[in-house]
């Protein structure tokens, strides 16, 4: 069954090795763990719905309880403490465009607020209700998941909103397809969800982001129903698509989404390269996007991350023996991971295995082969449930993400990084710090950094260190240069750093057209935009 | 010098060979030219200037009338009848941001309409100053016509919006760069015109089109300066850049635009390959874009186009060759043109070609080499100087375009067609049209059909014959799962018929938009959005 105060299957549970354990101990220091109410302690505390009858909302405690929070780690916190705050007023579950035309029309009539939920598995704040004298209605898309038709020679699937990653994927799979849109939260996220907030997969590089498998399809809005149709590219004005995407509920429901799939690659594989200095890798990397090599994913981990991977990774006996290897290769202390894809027709896989290796050579790259590879393949998804396991150790982990051009890579990098790592100094806390970079463009790449650091004596402690070091590090990002999300959304946590990014006049243009479709703030309020 | 009344260097003409025009004698029938009006006719008609005196606005006669029509067929009628209707009041030329700032404050305080103007090569009506109480001022932009800046490691080109083609690539070729952008109207079309009206290029398969490329940059507004900051990707809200690619002046005006541009690539060619019907023929195109072969460019003539681009090449020796050996490989009549080019490493050429030629070769695909291509490829853009030339011997011509997915390219080509073919029917006049595909995308791909017809013996009759033949067609379009315009744009033209496309809630959202920019209704009126 879902977790209920965390990430995924409870019935999963990954284990920190021994050296795991030592490494973090080393760095962080020793830690211990914070105490978890219980659901029936939580459920308890909801307090009366406030909505006006209706058969369509469900206001059950546990309802209520499981669709109050996301995934960012100050909602981990609040399911952990029972600390949350605000409930919404009941959980409705439609199963089809008309049911949630009702419940908008409902919403309109009664000034219902209404939160949009897919997977529920925002780390920035989007589907948690806010304070406030309008009762809050949230809109769980769960029961929305089929494939509904699937045009073979345009490649088009249109999809129930609610459908989460694995029926996306089982649902084309069994017809020969594949959407090959795989963001780190896939196992829970909704392809709703996707299009709302931006999202982008760990194979970007072949598919695309949401943005370029967007096709069209329908948004329930409070002024009607909104039908993209599906059309190749067109230069007719401004993309309507392009309004929905990041709308983050503020203009409408999702209820069909049109997507462009692609049959089974005859092909795929995954490889891991190092490089002796992250200059190099970085370079290599860079170079590599910029020719157009027909990669499909591609991952560069910085020296800290390499060393914590290799370190989580267990297995002491075979790493060692790989970094032995790769000593005598010349990539010692310093060196970075490169990890990458390729996918499609046996030769567009050759060629483009070759043309890396030929390129990253020129850099000092040390190619291992597809061991590495194959057992990132395998873990792919797995990373979240790591927050469960150092949770228990009495660590608290986070993780922060942009991106920006490639000549502000760096300068960026080292800003976010040195941010965190100073500032719990005055606290006497160290926090563990290590970045990747992984979606890639000619013009740049994102940046994506995880901090790790041991929880206080408190919950409110722990999540007021937290508040600092989110807070400062999104101001460092904002103010220069880089995007306050490439892949995560604004929800209500990024929502005040919006406007430097956007300026005053994008904000004017987002505002007005949110203000367009919702005039009365019934639309997930405080998402996006901060009124 | 630039033709006043038609397309390109007056100094640059295309003669249609004997065959061509036997070819079209056969086909339509045997044609009286019109006379043309001169220039000095024209000027002599303009009338007094309703502009507030500024002397940034140049009152001239032939400035105006050098500004009053873009490249449509009914702006060419109109130039050569000299029956222009209305003329921009005056001209501005701002060589700056802050220029235009001025211009914006001007036209504010004065209530006078603003056309900004790049390279006059609409061919929707986008430029046309409409008849009003309001003066009209047309913004030229061609004195900002500088590359600014280049960021060789982000690989970031910043242009002044004027900046045309040819000067676009000149500049950055000196440098070892390409944008990569060459729609049809290359020679003259800017690159600030390009983001406005979303145009595509023919290596749109490589480079993308200029939703692809706008990387940003800034746009003067009435409610000030929207700046858009370079960033390669984010999920941080609906994007700015896509609200202003395709805005057409209704936003704002563009002066600066940043670029995402690549190194001059080690290798180009183009190659031409005939397939025995259109249904394999079309089946092999999409095959290769599904199969994300990296062709940098790639055009699919139907039988009828095929037939006339062999007619009006000239050279009947060797087409008769050509002819005898593709129909002793089994391509006779109904035979079709299949342009394609590769671009790239090396490598990446000749593994294209190969997956190419291999892929073409299951569908009945004959190889002819590179020499056809590398006929197309220096004459690519010398297609509009054809219109001279036909003009010259009684004919007009012009072009439609949409775009839609693989599963309605031929009930919709065939019902472009049908009407185009018969619509002159009651006048016992014929029309010969042809088609082509010329941009693909997995999920379908535009259609390019080209009509020529014969002048009536007024040019009154001539307007007539051809508002019935877009008119029509573009109905049939967008009740059709058509775009308006895959290329060419809204304007003024195509305006009536955006809202069958966009849909109300689609309008609301791009009206809302203007309206915000824009209350006073300053800002290209009518233009994009019929109001």
Not at 14 to 40: H, I, M, N, T
Not at 282 to 305: D, F, G, H, I
Not at 386 to 414: H, Q
Request: charged share 20%; glycine share 10%.
């Amino acid at each position: 069954m879902r977790r209920w105060n965390g990430w995924g299957d409870d019935q999963f549970n990954l284990e920190l090795p021994k050296e795991g354990q030592r490494f973090l101990d080393e760095r962080v220091g020793s830690a211990v763990p914070l105490a978890d109410v219980s659901l029936e302690q939580v459920c308890a505390q909801v307090p009366d719905s406030r909505l006006p009858p209706n058969p369509a909302c469900i206001g059950a405690a546990e309802d209520r309880v499981r669709h109050a929070r996301g995934q960012s780690l100050a909602d981990w916190l609040a399911m952990r403490s029972g600390d949350f705050g605000v409930f919404p007023d009941g959980v409705a579950y439609p199963e089809s465009s008309l049911d949630v035309q009702a419940l908008l029309q409902y919403a309109e009539e009664n000034d219902v607020a209404l939160i949009p939920y897919g997977g529920g598995t925002s780390v920035a704040g989007h589907i948690n209700p806010v304070d406030g004298d309008q009762p809050v209605l949230t809109v769980d898309m769960g029961r929305m998941n089929r494939l509904i038709d699937l045009d073979r020679e345009s490649q088009i699937a249109t999809f129930g909103a609610g459908t989460p990653g694995p029926l996306v994927e089982s649902q084309l799979r069994a017809l020969g397809y594949t959407l090959g849109h795989f963001p780190q939260s896939f196992e829970l996220s909704t392809i709703g969800g996707w299009v709302a907030s931006r999202s982008s997969g760990q194979q970007s590089l072949r598919y695309g982001r949401i943005e370029q498998l967007f096709a069209g399809g329908r948004i329930e809005t409070l002024k009607g129903t909104l039908d993209i149709p599906t059309i190749p590219a067109s230069s007719a004005g401004p993309d309507i698509r392009e309004m929905i995407l990041g709308s983050e509920g503020r203009i409408g429901l999702i209820t069909e989404v049109k997507v462009r799939v692609t049959p089974l690659p005859a092909h795929e594989s995954f490889h891991v390269m190092f490089f002796p200095s992250w200059d190099k890798a970085r370079t290599a990397c860079r170079k590599l996007v910029q020719n157009r090599t027909q990669l499909s994913m591609l991952r560069l981990s910085n020296a800290t991350e390499t060393e914590t991977q290799l370190a989580l990774a267990g297995h002491p006996g075979m790493i060692g023996l790989l970094e032995s290897y790769l000593g005598l290769r010349g990539a010692k202390d310093g060196k970075c991971m490169m990890t990458f894809g390729v996918t499609g027709s046996k030769r567009q896989c050759r060629n483009a295995l070759t043309e890396t290796r030929e390129l990253c050579r020129e850099f000092g790259g040390i190619y291992t082969g597809k061991k590495l590879g194959e057992k990132w393949a395998a873990k792919r998804f797995t990373m979240p449930y790591l927050r469960e396991a150092l949770w228990k150790l009495g660590y608290a982990v986070d993780t922060l993400e942009t991106a920006t051009d490639w000549d502000n890579v760096d300068k960026l990098l080292n800003q976010i990084e040195e941010n965190l790592r100073n500032q719990l100094n005055e606290k006497k806390e160290l926090v563990h710090v290590f970045t990747h970079l992984s979606h890639f463009y000619t013009q740049g790449c994102s940046l994506y950094t995880t901090y790790v650091f041991r929880v206080a004596d408190s919950y409110e402690e722990t999540l007021a260190r937290w508040q600092t070091l989110k807070t400062s590090t999104s101001g460092i990002i904002v103010n220069n240069r880089g995007t306050i999300s490439h892949q995560h959304g604004v929800g209500k946590d990024h929502a005040p750093f919006l406007p430097v990014e956007k300026g005053e006049l994008g904000m004017l243009a987002i505002g007005s057209l949110c203000q367009t479709f919702d005039p009365a703030g019934l639309m997930n309020p405080q998402t996006l935009v901060q009124k």
